[in-house]
């Protein structure tokens, strides 16, 4: 389990480290900027997912029949829970930036959307992920991350020098 946080960990920087190196630090603050926001939703998201393994990894002991119907009903919670964050996300992002960054962190608005769309698929990644370890399939969920963690140094190399901060955030 200490390989997949470590690889989830590049992954989660490796992002801010290429965008560091190939456009310099002001649009490493305009990324921050935008990514601290979706950083609280991934803590929320850790959360929620900790909180339902010793359910996810009782049931796939004791009453495995019940496991699926039980995730879908999270999946279906976690849904109507995402529709007003991503309302919030699209109508009051702006409102955001310029209450804790400062009107010049407006322009940031752009990668807060990007980042912002990609929330969903992050929480139930991490509900995935809960979901694996809890059924013992840990090495399949090592691979899995791997080929994730490649996937996006292999965009990230193609979009940060085309597209900066916007390239980061996609």
């Known amino acids: 389990i200490w390989m997949i946080q470590t690889v989830v ?5 490796l992002d801010t480290v290429l965008l560091s ?8 603050g305009l990324y921050q900027a935008a990514y601290s926001f979706v950083e ?13 393994f010793p359910v996810f990894s009782r049931l796939s002991k004791e009453e495995a029949g ?4 039980f995730y879908w009903e999270v999946v279906g919670v976690i ?35 990007l980042l912002w769309s990609g929330f969903l ?5 991490g509900l995935n992920a809960h979901l694996l370890i809890a059924i013992g399939r840990e ?7 791997i ?7 292999c965009a990230n190399l193609w979009a940060i020098p085309k597209f900066g901060f916007l390239g980061a955030s996609a």
Not at 42 to 51: H, K, N, P, Q, W
Not at 66 to 69: E, F, G, N, S, Y
């Open 139 to 145: 090495k399949l969920l090592l691979k899995i991350t």
């Open 66 to 69: 019940k496991l699926l119907p």
């Open 147 to 153: 080929a994730c963690t490649f996937f996006n140094l």
């Open 40 to 52: 609280m939703l991934f803590v929320l998201s850790a959360v929620l997912a900790t909180a339902l």
């Open 79 to 113: 849904f109507l829970f995402c529709v007003p964050l991503g309302l919030l996300g699209i109508f009051g992002a702006k409102r955001l930036l310029a209450l804790f960054y400062g009107p010049s962190f407006v322009s940031a608005l752009p990668a807060l959307h």
């Open 121 to 125: 698929f992050f929480i139930l990644g």
């Open 21 to 28: 190196f190939f456009r310099g630090l002001g649009e490493v």
């Open 9 to 13: 960990m590049i992954y989660l920087y």
